[in-house]
Nanobody, 129 residues
Framework: QVQLVESGGGLVQAGGSLRLSCAASGKIFSCNVMGWYRQAPGNQRELVATITSEGDTTFADSVKGRFTISRDNAKNTVSLQMNSLKPEDTAVYYC???????????????????????WGQGTQVTVSS
């Protein structure tokens, strides 16, 4: 089983910055995509940013130019640098790892799993006016 642990959330004033980090642990063989979702109270979960193992990135329109995402493939970590934060960015931010292949035991022998997705438990980001 893969576990994702987020850190770096907190309270910041509008215009400030925060850096979120996520570490994936487990018998991970490969991970195609890592990224971040967020969910504000009463809102649907929103995709914020993704990064592939090749370094290709995507961003939600609402954060383009303000957020950057990076990852360390060797350490299975991903970070989200959030600059020029706005109150609208207030949400619980969830780390996601998509397309993870793990080492598993099948009939007493080691093997590789099929691709699976994993989610962290979230970290709160609050941006004050």
């Amino acid at each position: 089983q893969v576990q994702l642990v987020e850190s770096g959330g907190g309270l910041v004033q509008a215009g400030g910055s925060l850096r979120l980090s996520c570490a994936a642990s487990g018998k991970i063989f490969s991970c195609n995509v890592m990224g971040w979702y967020r969910q504000a109270p009463g809102n649907q979960r929103e995709l914020v940013a993704t990064i592939t193992s090749e370094g290709d990135t995507t961003f939600a329109d609402s954060v383009k130019g303000r957020f950057t995402i990076s990852r360390d493939n060797a350490k299975n970590t991903v970070s989200l640098q959030m600059n020029s934060l706005k109150p609208e960015d207030t949400a619980v931010y969830y780390c996601v790892a998509k397309g993870i292949r793990t080492v598993v035991v099948v009939n007493g022998s080691l093997s590789l799993s099929e691709l699976s997705d994993y989610w962290g438990q979230g970290t709160q980001v609050t941006v004050s006016s």
